[in-house]
């Protein structure tokens, strides 16, 4: 039997992998369709709305489960964690209600952008995109601003054991909000530019390089091309950020244990608390002084200045930093040799099959590396969830069987996940749909009715 | 006024609305479980239809909801979340299954097939199994019992939610819903899909329900004497107007119904769920969980709940017009800017053919 605290920790994490994949891409894809459906109306290319079309199918169905994974997250903060939620609710719910209402624009436009294509004009259908992509991306910045809070908190005053003199603003705006907020962000357009264009790879790489493939492939490496660079920049005020406001956290990812100056990075291997090592690592000597402060004579605190129960899991922090950034690196490589052969070989796709290997990996990669950088955030939280004032263990629900919740919650994502991989496939596999153009605007023939009825 | 009470008075609007939008939602998928034999087909495909564009907007007020509570009540909401653990767990995992069951078998291309079968059978029995979990949380925390008397809240005090009283309130709370969807759906079978056999047949499982609602509903006022007493204090004082409205609306939504003026109807049953909730909470008041936590002594910071209430209003600035948007342009027969020609022209003609059915 699992003990209910690391149930209720291991049902978190579930959720919240399951639901951030959904969250990406609801950041990401609406961001696609406004840009594709734009062209499409400005172009009169019919091309551009067929891949408006499948995309927005595809949409459909994955927003809807992102609806409902976020669901599940909104009841379990109360009903794993009531002593976390009674404390941020007080002073950090604002960002919650908040996104709320971005979800609830959200929900709405999406509800006339999906159903709507034969009830709006052309133009009004577009503009409904807009509010989509505003609102994914501003529920992103409320909710990551609410994370951001857990790491920094602010804006609120202890006495006598009692939580006053409340601040919303100031707890929204708190020191790491900036950073942790732009990141997310950004990690949303690469992982959505790379999760696209991966698709469209394995398309080209089986031979199907008509207009269709061409310009999705296209429009999803541009995308990526944008967000990568930006976003390994962000990473890097991250780091900094860490550096100064949450050090346990900056030595746990970097592996060091002892104080010095002058430390050096330590790429991959594998961090071991007990000898105080990273066992199998690159190092790089000075390095991690000039990364944290521009100067190598730098001291950097080792996991050795603080007290053993305040360490977080460094071997895990630790690898899981490491992907993140490996992951990055790799796309930014992608991207990079993908358009320098577009413009070598005079703006025509490039075909070379390793080349296009690369993009289909790099789409999971950015996937893992947005898993893994939540991972560095919240097990570098550890032992904390609300970071010095509140321990994880005095998060937790008194309830009982807490073990048996995790079980049940994770078959559900089990079935969740099998049914929707099943349903994905099937609808990649119609034909594509008939797209012509009338005074009304474009017309769409479905291959086959898919109203539904048992 | 004490901006604790302004808060809840708008948590308890969003209840309503969830309870109207969601409700029926739930309800669509009660009746989507008896839709069987020749029709099976239509119904399901009625049910489709009505549900498709508004479902995830519908759900959004429960999030709000949720999300308001601990914002504005954060201890009462961690009594609650403690004390209701397991029909709130119950509660989310049908709503859960239930969403996704329903785009699952929406979007399935093979309609017949063994895949959207099977979800469709998950998204009916979810259906009624999330509104009755709901319904007898409500009646937990009304009957004063949810939290032992050493008002430290438990997960394992499972008498408050075995009670008659709160087994009655579930099953009521399934049929509430099941009327107002059938109310909904007998407008939408006539003025949408014009099908005469299919609104009847809608006419008739409204006028039932409704029925069995009400009989419930006294049996659960009956019940309250003992079990809720201070649910049937309130009524019997301080909302005893709201009570008695409540009846009487009951009342004339069956009668609408009888002589086929549905819109009227649908317009009645809102209110009459409007007023039902209402008449809970005023006789509920000040308790948010009686008999430990009151709007006194659970509510947040009062400057907290002012920055809150702005943001909602904020929020309702951008939300109001853009709900009547989605439903102009799903529900209502009313042309508004942004719709196609064919499609404004197609409105147009619909409304001119119902007011000449049914001058009104
Ligand atoms: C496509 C995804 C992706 C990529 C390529 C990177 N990151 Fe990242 N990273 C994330 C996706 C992400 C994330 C999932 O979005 C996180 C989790 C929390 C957050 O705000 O962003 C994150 C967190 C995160 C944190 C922890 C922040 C905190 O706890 O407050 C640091 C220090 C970095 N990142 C640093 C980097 C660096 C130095 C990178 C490359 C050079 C990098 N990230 C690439
Ligand atoms: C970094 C983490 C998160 C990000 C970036 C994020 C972002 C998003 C986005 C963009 C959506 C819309 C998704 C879609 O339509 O596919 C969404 C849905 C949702 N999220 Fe998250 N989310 C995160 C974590 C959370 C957490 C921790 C909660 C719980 C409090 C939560 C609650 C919800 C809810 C309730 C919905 C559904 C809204 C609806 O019904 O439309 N999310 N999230
Ligand atoms: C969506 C991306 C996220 C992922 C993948 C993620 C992952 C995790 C993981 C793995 C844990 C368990 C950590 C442990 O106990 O060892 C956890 C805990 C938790 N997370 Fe996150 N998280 C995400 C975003 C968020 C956000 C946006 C919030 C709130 C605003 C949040 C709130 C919490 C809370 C309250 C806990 C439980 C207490 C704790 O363990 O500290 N998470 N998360």
Request: proline share 5%; charged share 15%; net charge positive.
């Given at each position: 039997?699992?003990?209910?605290l690391?149930?209720?920790?291991a049902q978190?994490?579930t959720?919240?992998a399951?639901?951030?994949i959904f969250?990406?891409?609801?950041v990401?894809v609406?961001?696609?369709?406004?840009?594709s459906?734009?062209l499409?109306?400005r172009?009169?290319n019919?091309?551009?709305?067929?891949?408006?079309r499948?995309?927005?199918?595809?949409?459909?169905?994955?927003?809807?489960?992102?609806?409902?994974?976020g669901?599940?997250?909104?009841?379990?903060?109360g009903?794993?964690?009531?002593?976390?939620?009674r404390?941020?609710?007080?002073?950090?719910?604002?960002?919650?209600?908040?996104?709320?209402?971005?979800?609830?624009t959200?929900?709405?436009?999406?509800?006339l952008?999906?159903?709507?294509?034969?009830?709006?004009?052309?133009?009004?259908?577009?503009?409904?995109?807009?509010p989509?992509?505003?609102?994914?991306m501003?529920s992103?910045?409320?909710?990551?601003s609410?994370?951001s809070?857990?790491n920094?908190p602010?804006?609120f005053?202890?006495?006598n054991?009692?939580v006053?003199?409340?601040?919303?603003y100031?707890?929204?705006?708190n020191p790491?909000?900036?950073?942790?907020?732009v990141?997310?962000?950004?990690?949303?357009?690469?992982?959505t530019g790379?999760?696209?264009a991966?698709?469209y790879?394995?398309?080209?790489?089986?031979?199907?390089?008509d207009?269709?493939?061409?310009?999705?492939l296209?429009?999803?490496?541009?995308?990526?091309?944008v967000?990568?660079?930006?976003?390994?920049i962000s990473?890097?005020?991250?780091?900094?950020f860490?550096?100064?406001?949450?050090?346990?956290k900056f030595?746990?990812?970097?592996g060091?244990?002892?104080?010095?100056s002058?430390?050096?990075i330590s790429?991959?291997?594998?961090?071991?608390p007990s000898?105080?090592?990273v066992?199998?690592?690159?190092?790089?000597?000075?390095?991690l002084?000039?990364?944290a402060?521009?100067?190598?004579?730098?001291?950097?605190?080792?996991?050795?200045?603080?007290p053993?129960e305040?360490?977080?899991?460094?071997?895990?922090?630790?690898t899981?930093?490491d992907?993140?950034?490996?992951?990055?690196m790799?796309a930014?490589?992608?991207?990079?040799?993908?358009w320098g052969?577009?413009?070598?070989?005079k703006?025509?796709?490039?075909?070379?099959?390793?080349?296009?290997w690369?993009?289909?990996l790099a789409?999971?990669?950015?996937?893992?590396?947005?898993?893994?950088?939540?991972?560095?955030?919240e097990?570098?939280?550890?032992?904390?969830?609300i970071?010095?004032?509140?321990?994880?263990k005095?998060?937790?629900t008194?309830?009982?069987?807490?073990n048996?919740s995790?079980l049940v919650?994770s078959?559900?994502?089990?079935?969740?996940?099998v049914?929707?991989?099943?349903l994905?496939?099937?609808?990649?596999?119609?034909?594509l749909?008939?797209?012509?153009?009338?005074?009304?605007?474009?017309?769409?023939?479905?291959?086959e009715i898919?109203?539904?009825?048992v | 006024?004490?901006v604790?009470?302004?808060?809840?008075v708008?948590l308890w609007w969003?209840l309503?609305?969830y309870?109207?939008?969601?409700?029926?939602?739930?309800?669509?998928?009660f009746?989507?479980?008896?839709?069987?034999g020749?029709?099976?087909?239509?119904?399901?495909q009625?049910i489709?239809?009505a549900?498709?564009p508004?479902?995830e907007?519908?759900?959004v007020?429960l999030?709000?909801?949720?999300?308001?509570?601990?914002?504005?009540?954060?201890?009462?909401?961690?009594a609650?979340?403690?004390?209701l653990f397991?029909?709130f767990?119950?509660?989310l995992?049908?709503i859960v299954?239930?969403?996704?069951?329903?785009?699952?078998?929406?979007?399935?291309l093979?309609?017949s097939?063994?895949?959207?079968?099977?979800?469709?059978?998950?998204?009916?029995?979810?259906?009624?199994?999330?509104?009755?979990f709901?319904?007898?949380?409500?009646?937990a925390?009304?009957?004063?019992?949810?939290?032992?008397s050493?008002?430290v809240p438990?997960?394992?005090y499972l008498?408050?939610?075995?009670s008659p009283?709160?087994?009655?309130i579930g099953?009521?709370?399934?049929a509430?819903?099941?009327t107002?969807?059938a109310i909904?759906?007998v407008?939408?079978a006539?003025d949408?899909?014009?099908?005469?056999?299919?609104t009847?047949?809608?006419?008739m499982?409204?006028?039932?329900?409704g029925?069995?609602?009400a009989?419930?509903?006294?049996?659960?006022l009956?019940l309250?004497?003992s079990e809720?007493?201070?649910?049937?204090?309130g009524?019997?004082?301080r909302?005893?107007?709201?009570?008695?409205?409540?009846?009487?609306?009951?009342?004339?939504?069956?009668?609408?119904?009888?002589?086929r003026?549905?819109r009227?109807?649908?317009?009645l049953i809102?209110?009459?769920?409007?007023f039902?909730l209402?008449?809970w909470?005023?006789?509920?008041?000040p308790y948010?969980i009686?008999?430990?936590?009151?709007i006194a002594?659970?509510?947040n910071?009062?400057t907290?709940?002012?920055?809150?209430l702005?943001?909602?209003?904020c929020?309702?600035?951008?939300?109001?017009p853009s709900?009547y948007?989605?439903?102009?342009v799903f529900?209502l027969?009313?042309?508004?800017?942004?719709?196609?020609?064919s499609e404004?022209?197609?409105?147009?003609?619909?409304?001119?053919?119902?007011?000449?059915v049914?001058?009104?």
């Amino acid at each position: 039997m699992m003990p209910d605290l690391l149930a209720a920790r291991a049902q978190m994490g579930t959720s919240l992998a399951f639901h951030i994949i959904f969250s990406v891409l609801g950041v990401g894809v609406p961001l696609m369709l406004c840009i594709s459906e734009g062209l499409a109306l400005r172009t009169k290319n019919p091309v551009w709305m067929m891949l408006t079309r499948r995309w927005a199918r595809a949409a459909a169905i994955l927003f809807a489960i992102g609806a409902v994974s976020g669901t599940i997250l909104s009841f379990e903060l109360g009903l794993l964690w009531p002593t976390y939620t009674r404390f941020a609710g007080a002073v950090v719910g604002l960002p919650f209600l908040l996104e709320g209402f971005a979800f609830f624009t959200e929900a709405i436009f999406l509800g006339l952008y999906l159903y709507g294509w034969d009830r709006l004009s052309a133009r009004a259908h577009w503009l409904c995109s807009f509010p989509i992509w505003i609102s994914g991306m501003a529920s992103a910045w409320f909710i990551v601003s609410a994370n951001s809070w857990m790491n920094t908190p602010a804006g609120f005053v202890i006495k006598n054991g009692k939580v006053v003199d409340i601040n919303p603003y100031q707890a929204i705006f708190n020191p790491s909000t900036p950073f942790e907020t732009v990141h997310m962000i950004l990690a949303s357009y690469v992982a959505t530019g790379f999760g696209m264009a991966a698709v469209y790879a394995f398309a080209y790489l089986r031979g199907k390089r008509d207009e269709y493939y061409r310009k999705g492939l296209m429009l999803a490496m541009i995308l990526a091309l944008v967000a990568t660079p930006l976003q390994l920049i962000s990473g890097d005020f991250n780091a900094r950020f860490l550096y100064v406001y949450q050090p346990v956290k900056f030595a746990a990812m970097e592996g060091v244990f002892r104080t010095q100056s002058g430390a050096p990075i330590s790429i991959g291997g594998l961090a071991d608390p007990s000898t105080g090592q990273v066992k199998y690592a690159l190092e790089i000597p000075d390095a991690l002084s000039v990364l944290a402060d521009y100067n190598p004579n730098t001291v950097v605190k080792g996991l050795d200045q603080f007290p053993r129960e305040d360490w977080p899991n460094s071997t895990l922090v630790h690898t899981s930093f490491d992907g993140m950034v490996g992951s990055g690196m790799f796309a930014l490589l992608v991207a990079l040799v993908f358009w320098g052969l577009f413009l070598l070989k005079k703006r025509t796709l490039p075909s070379n099959r390793w080349l296009l290997w690369g993009v289909i990996l790099a789409g999971p990669l950015s996937f893992l590396a947005v898993e893994l950088g939540w991972m560095v955030t919240e097990l570098g939280r550890q032992p904390w969830t609300i970071y010095g004032y509140l321990r994880t263990k005095d998060a937790v629900t008194t309830a009982p069987l807490l073990n048996v919740s995790f079980l049940v919650f994770s078959l559900i994502y089990v079935l969740l996940a099998v049914a929707l991989i099943w349903l994905l496939l099937k609808v990649a596999r119609r034909p594509l749909p008939q797209v012509t153009l009338s005074e009304e605007g474009y017309d769409v023939k479905e291959p086959e009715i898919e109203k539904v009825g048992v | 006024m004490d901006v604790a009470l302004v808060a809840l008075v708008v948590l308890w609007w969003a209840l309503i609305v969830y309870a109207v939008l969601g409700g029926a939602d739930f309800g669509a998928g009660f009746w989507d479980l008896f839709a069987v034999g020749q029709s099976a087909k239509k119904q399901h495909q009625l049910i489709n239809h009505a549900l498709g564009p508004v479902w995830e907007a519908n759900h959004v007020w429960l999030i709000f909801l949720i999300v308001g509570l601990f914002n504005v009540f954060p201890s009462a909401f961690y009594a609650l979340s403690i004390a209701l653990f397991f029909p709130f767990t119950i509660v989310l995992i049908g709503i859960v299954l239930r969403g996704s069951a329903f785009v699952y078998r929406y979007y399935a291309l093979d309609e017949s097939g063994l895949f959207a079968r099977i979800w469709s059978r998950v998204f009916s029995a979810t259906s009624v199994i999330t509104p009755f979990f709901l319904g007898l949380s409500a009646a937990a925390v009304a009957s004063g019992k949810l939290i032992s008397s050493n008002g430290v809240p438990q997960a394992n005090y499972l008498a408050a939610y075995f009670s008659p009283f709160a087994l009655v309130i579930g099953v009521m709370a399934v049929a509430l819903c099941a009327t107002l969807a059938a109310i909904y759906l007998v407008v939408e079978a006539r003025d949408t899909e014009n099908d005469e056999a299919l609104t009847e047949s809608y006419r008739m499982k409204a006028l039932i329900m409704g029925a069995i609602t009400a009989v419930l509903g006294a049996l659960g006022l009956l019940l309250s004497i003992s079990e809720a007493p201070t649910i049937w204090q309130g009524m019997l004082t301080r909302a005893i107007p709201v009570v008695v409205a409540t009846m009487l609306i009951g009342l004339a939504t069956a009668i609408t119904l009888f002589r086929r003026s549905y819109r009227i109807a649908r317009i009645l049953i809102i209110a009459e769920t409007a007023f039902l909730l209402g008449s809970w909470g005023l006789s509920q008041y000040p308790y948010i969980i009686p008999p430990f936590y009151t709007i006194a002594n659970s509510a947040n910071e009062p400057t907290v709940i002012k920055v809150l209430l702005i943001g909602i209003v904020c929020g309702l600035v951008i939300l109001l017009p853009s709900l009547y948007y989605l439903f102009s342009v799903f529900k209502l027969p009313y042309p508004i800017p942004g719709l196609r020609r064919s499609e404004q022209a197609r409105q147009t003609q619909e409304r001119k053919k119902n007011e000449m059915v049914h001058p009104s």
